[in-house]
T-cell receptor, first 112, second 113 residues
């Protein structure tokens, strides 16, 4: 079982729709969860972080965390073509030697 | 300053060459990282430095040699690389053990010929 799993996609949504991206993780001691956006040929950019169960909103982005189900999601409202990118879920294991582990990423395509 | 600066942005090297990748941050972060990313794959951790000491080496071949001269600088020395080592090499830094996420540099696109 991979430590962090995502559907590779592509996930295709029309402009203005809600894009829903999902991620599951296997290590129950994980405490910090992140969503990175990566455009082709560029480096990952941190867009959301979440640490507690529930929802966290920032502009058009909402991150959701359910530690009991070991599940993290990202909702993008009013999707724009500029949101087309690969979204990487990342989990930080805050025990021992801490390191950020990435999922394989979900490619999002937003069509005009 | 909220950036991680990597140089060079692009590098082409032969299999017998020796080259170095450089990374610099001035955010006061005490942990720095090297990641390798192949096309259509997620970043893979190579090395972690915490307070200028190597804390994690993810079984990286010895042809990659990291160095952390001070808390702001991180180097990756390359020697006798193989074509399969061609990838995007990413440097990142963090505070508080990464609990707030990592800040990535723009990367070095390495091609080994």
């Amino acid at each position: 079982q991979k430590e962090v799993e995502q559907n590779s996609g592509p996930l295709s949504v029309p402009e203005g729709a809600i894009a829903s991206l999902n991620c599951t993780y296997s290590d129950r001691v994980s405490q910090s969860f992140f969503w990175y956006r990566q455009y082709s040929g560029k480096s990952p950019e941190l867009i959301m972080s979440i640490y507690s169960n529930g929802d966290k909103e920032d502009g058009r982005f909402t991150a959701q965390l359910n530690k009991a189900s070991q599940y993290v999601s990202l909702l993008i409202r009013d999707s724009q073509p500029s949101d087309s990118a690969t979204y990487l879920c990342a989990v930080n294991r805050n025990t021992g030697f801490q390191k950020l582990v990435f999922g394989t990423g979900t490619r999002l395509l937003v069509s005009p | 300053d909220t950036e991680v600066t990597q140089t060079p942005k692009h590098l082409v090297m032969g299999m017998t060459n020796k080259k170095s990748l450089k990374c610099e941050q001035h955010m006061g972060h005490r942990a720095m990282y090297w990641y390798k990313q192949k096309a259509k794959k997620p970043p893979e951790l190579m090395f972690v430095y915490s307070y200028e000491k190597l804390s994690i080496n993810e079984s990286v071949p010895s042809r990659f040699s990291p160095e952390c001269p001070n808390s702001s600088l991180l180097n990756l020395h390359l020697h006798a690389l193989q074509p399969e080592d061609s990838a995007l090499y990413l440097c990142a830094s963090s505070q508080r053990g990464g609990r707030d996420g990592y800040t990535f540099g723009s990367g070095t696109r390495l091609t080994v010929v």
